[in-house]
């Protein structure tokens, strides 16, 4: 059974940083592509950062880029979520997710597996 467990969601104040973490367990993610994804209040759910499992490979969207960092470790099978520079308008869920790869998507509906969120709160 596949499992992805959030973790590192808090409040800071703005202009701090958070490392979020993502424990995956129940197969082989070699082939997957990992994905941080945020939601919200009154908001869909939206792409952050993804990272191909196998070669490392990231990919940003436009309003973290510089901000943040996506990373592996392959050997205690955990995603990280480096966030810098935080924002109110960073306030939100944070989900990890998993997708067959090879391609990075930005679309929630092409990740298979989903944690269960941590909660990010930045306060002005």
């Known amino acids: 059974q596949v499992q992805l467990v959030e973790s590192g969601g808090g409040l800071v104040q703005a202009g701090g940083s958070l490392r979020l973490s993502c424990a995956a367990s129940?197969?082989?993610?070699?082939?997957?592509?990992m994905g941080w994804f945020r939601q919200a209040p009154g908001k869909e759910r939206g792409f952050v950062a993804a990272?191909?499992?196998?070669?490392?490979?990231?990919y940003y969207a436009d309003s973290v880029k510089g901000r943040f960092t996506i990373s592996r470790d392959s050997a205690k099978n955990t995603v990280y979520l480096q966030m810098n520079s935080l924002t109110p308008e960073d306030t939100a869920v944070y989900y990890c997710?998993?997708?067959?790869?090879?391609?990075?998507?930005?679309?929630?509906?092409?990740?298979?597996?989903w944690g269960q969120g941590t909660q990010v709160t930045v306060s002005s």
């Open positions: 997710a998993a997708g067959r790869g090879p391609f990075i998507r930005t679309m929630p509906n092409a990740y298979d597996y």
């Open positions: 129940g197969r082989t993610f070699s082939n997957y592509v």
């Open positions: 990272i191909k499992w196998s070669g490392g490979s990231t």
